[in-house]
């Protein structure tokens, strides 16, 4: 059963760069999107984006300006990168499998994390 | 591609919770729904518009034509009590869309 574990800052500053780290265990990396989702305090669920096993990404159109993913398969990890960021992008980040055009069967617990100086 | 849920529905235990998710044509994609509580991650509790993952109680149904998506959650029960959010994948974009939620109370 695979199982997904983020990791990272839980306090950034505004303007810094936020990065976060999602370590997989007990599954193959290829054949899936690797993938982060957030959540606002009190929102609903946003899609950030996903990196799969060849590292091509794709983004949410809103946050595609400011978001880098990569891969890091021999270590098990996949990581976001959002920079520039605002209280706005105060929120829990999740990280998930999900097969292609598939629903998210699999998530990480989340991790909080607070924009403030 | 932008999903419209209504912000809360009420229900009284034992009866039925239908909570819709509209969109342009959602009939014409695979809609999978979530059940959120407080402080952990969501659940997967109905995918493809109507199948259910293992483990997942009968009561919870879907349905998609149309515009509109819905779950229907039958006999409910205190524990039913969350937030439940409808999700879709944009063929043409390769983007994955989620609707806004919607809080589920038992009176």
């Known amino acids: 059963q695979v199982q997904l574990q983020e990791s990272g800052p839980g306090l950034v500053k505004p303007s810094e760069t936020l990065s976060l780290t999602c370590t997989v265990s007990?599954?193959?990396?290829?054949?899936?999107?690797w993938t982060w989702i957030r959540q606002p305090p009190g929102k609903g669920l946003e899609w950030i984006g996903y990196v799969d096993y060849s590292g091509s990404t794709n983004f949410s159109p809103s946050l595609k300006s400011r978001v880098t993913m990569s891969m890091d398969a021999s270590r098990r990890q996949f990581s976001l990168n959002l920079k520039s960021v605002t209280t706005a992008d105060t929120a829990v980040y999740f990280c998930?499998?999900?097969?292609?055009?598939?629903?998210?069967?699999?998530w990480g617990q989340g991790i909080l994390v607070i924009v403030s100086s | 591609y932008v999903l419209t849920q209504p912000p809360s529905v009420s229900v009284a235990p034992g009866q039925t919770a239908s909570i819709t998710c509209g969109g342009n044509?959602?009939?014409?994609?695979?809609v999978h729904w979530y059940q959120q509580k407080p402080g952990q991650a969501p659940v997967l509790v109905v995918y493809d518009d109507s199948d259910r993952p293992s483990g997942i109680p009968e009561r919870f149904s879907g349905s998609n034509s149309g515009n509109t998506a819905t779950l229907t959650i039958s006999r409910v029960e205190v524990g039913d009590e969350a937030d439940y959010h409808c999700q879709v994948w944009d063929r043409n974009s390769d983007h994955y869309v989620f609707g806004s939620g919607t809080k589920v109370t038992v009176l």
């Open positions: 007990g599954d193959s990396f290829s054949g899936y999107y």
């Open positions: 044509n959602i009939g014409s994609k695979a």
């Open positions: 998930a499998r999900v097969g292609v055009g598939k629903a998210v069967r699999h």
